[in-house]
């Protein structure tokens, strides 16, 4: 599993690939890997299910268990879903190459708030001077109150 | 009684926000109400509704001061809707209608409490919360709004973004996903039909629900600025000129984070933030001081004389 900082990276460079059947590849895999942080870091093991043809759903399913909150990115991931589908079932429609990028805007918004919420329930609110632990350890941290 | 007449006359609880930072969403709320013949009763003597930050610390409080306003515009106003137009309160006060109607500890600390404050307790089902967007949609609707449209927003491309307590947790909203006409949780469309009533063009914007980092604004104001950046590029993306709102949190981070963004990461998105209710009272004729255009930190009149708003 890639760290955040890695992530971040890699959907950044994601929409240069010219290939955009494997660009939009990548960008699904690294939301995948966005949940499966979450997961992790609530001590349970990434399940490999899918939810209507998709892994990332069944993730973020996972991920809301004992925490509705999390609910708050369902529709993201959803979006995440109808975007991939639209690149790679509709490679050669006209607005392909903006779709792409809307992909890419939207797992950075699951990237974001995934990473962010993260920080609050790992080292409690209000505590900005988190912020260079999180960036030195990015992952393994416990999880010890709910964002 | 029918819904359109039930949602003619409400008891109105601005909440916090809307005395503060969400002032202009108070003001045009308020226009538009009088300008469609609506009449808007405020809840006497209100309180906060909670929050987020009694109910981190004990929900049931939470409840119980969500019940108190609930109370009040039942048992001492004798009003059956209440509409709060600020998400946080329109979430709060069904909240704790769900939880006074399903949960029996909270029932007790919300009627022990409300002796101990002198008043009536609330009853679950004496009220019925609503969102300002119910209350247009329902008592002047689609055609209505066309109808008396004098400024069209014809021209204007919104995304509209709903925030992400207008339709969460689903469980506490059970008027929606309830057929046809009703709103939905997963794509909201109360604010595009209402827009789109009034000549503008609603673009297809795949975070209308999205966090936009209110929670983290004190925190973390990188991480809120980050997620707001990215909601006002992906708006942008998707061909917007104006983000609409419906919620004075969201409203103001997107205000304030898209200054910060600027300052800070050297990143700026041209493109309006604006309330629906704002741009709905200029459709109807009102003049952008009406709606309170001036008090918004960031400044579209320029944009708005273009469309032959201002």
């Known amino acids: 599993m890639r760290t955040f900082a890695e992530l971040e990276l890699a959907l950044e460079s994601a929409t240069g690939n010219p290939d955009q059947h494997a660009a939009a590849d990548e960008i699904l895999r690294i939301s995948e890997e966005v949940l499966e942080h979450w997961i992790v870091a609530k001590g349970a093991v990434p399940t490999d299910d ?18 509705p909150s999390f ?77 | 009684m029918t819904t359109k007449d039930k949602y003619k006359k409400v008891a109105y609880y601005p909440g916090c926000a809307l005395e503060g930072t969400g002032h202009a969403y108070n003001r045009s709320t308020k226009a538009i109400g009088k300008e469609l013949g609506l009449e808007l009763v405020e809840v006497e003597n209100w309180n906060c509704c909670g929050a987020m930050e009694v109910k981190n610390i004990d929900p049931k409080i939470q409840t119980y001061l969500s019940s108190r306003v609930m109370s009040v515009a039942a048992n001492e106003m004798d009003m059956d809707v209440v509409m709060a137009p600020c998400n946080g309160c329109y979430h709060n006060l069904k909240k704790a209608e769900y939880d006074l109607a399903n949960d029996a500890d909270s029932a007790q600390v919300v009627d022990r409490l409300s002796k101990k404050a002198g008043h009536k307790t609330y009853e679950s089902g004496q009220v019925e919360t609503i969102h300002a967007l119910d209350w247009i949609k329902d008592t002047i609707g689609e055609d209505g709004l066309r109808e008396r449209v004098k400024n069209s927003l014809s021209g204007i491309k919104i995304a509209n973004y709903y925030g992400c307590m207008y339709t969460r947790p689903r469980h506490i909203f059970p008027e929606k996903d309830s057929g046809p006409g009703s709103e939905s949780t997963s794509k909201p469309h109360f604010m595009d039909d209402l827009l789109e009533a009034a000549g503008a063009e609603n673009v297809d914007f795949p975070l209308k629900t999205a966090c936009c980092g209110g929670a983290h604004t004190l925190s973390d104001s990188d991480t809120s600025t980050k997620l707001v ?82």
Do not use: W
């Open chain 1, 71 to 147: 609910n708050a990115c369902r529709e993201t991931c959803r979006e995440i879903a109808y975007h991939f589908n639209l690149v790679t079932l509709q490679p050669n429609d006209a607005e392909t190459t903006d779709r792409l990028a809307m992909l890419k805007m939207i797992s950075n918004h699951l990237y974001l708030f995934v990473s962010g919420k993260m920080q609050v329930a790992a080292l409690g609110d209000f505590c900005c001077s988190s912020k260079p632990i999180r960036q030195a350890t990015d992952v393994d941290l416990p999880m010890t109150k709910e964002a």
């Open chain 1, 50 to 67: 899918t939810r209507e043809g998709f892994r990332l759903l069944a993730l973020h399913r996972q991920g809301t268990k004992g925490d």
């Open chain 2, 229 to 310: 950046l990215n909601i006002l590029k992906t708006a942008k993306l998707a061909g917007a000129d104006v983000i609409a709102t419906e919620c004075p949190t969201c409203h103001t981070g997107l205000e304030m984070h898209q200054i910060r963004a600027e300052k800070t990461l050297g990143e700026k998105v041209d493109i309006k933030i604006l309330y629906f209710t704002q741009l709905l009272g200029m459709a109807l004729g009102l003049k952008p001081k009406k709606v309170g255009v001036h008090e918004n930190i960031s400044d579209s009149m320029r944009f708005l004389k273009e469309k032959g708003l201002a």
